[in-house]
């Protein structure tokens, strides 16, 4: 279990910045350019390669070259996955940890 708690870390990790949620939301929109993003953030192309590097390394965000720019576009699997994780352990359940926890204390 602890591994998927790792890999849903990282997921949790790239959208925990402002400028990448900025892409994630122009991207819902479909597929853009490096090109364009830079010019709607405002921000270098070594700062948008450093997010999109945070992104499609946590498998939000898929990426294509296209010539000498990059394509990028919204994966949607992974962010339906994401959802449903934290729906899984947000909501309660027979198997939740804390009441593993509460029951063994209740022997104590």
Known sequence: MDQTYIKYALAFKAVSDESRLKIINMLSCGEMCACDILEKLNIS??????????????GLIDSSKNGSWMRYSVNHSKIEELKTFLSNITNDKDDCSCKNHKMQNLYY
């Open 45 to 58: 192309q070594s700062t948008l390669s450093y997010h999109m590097k945070i992104l499609t390394e946590s």
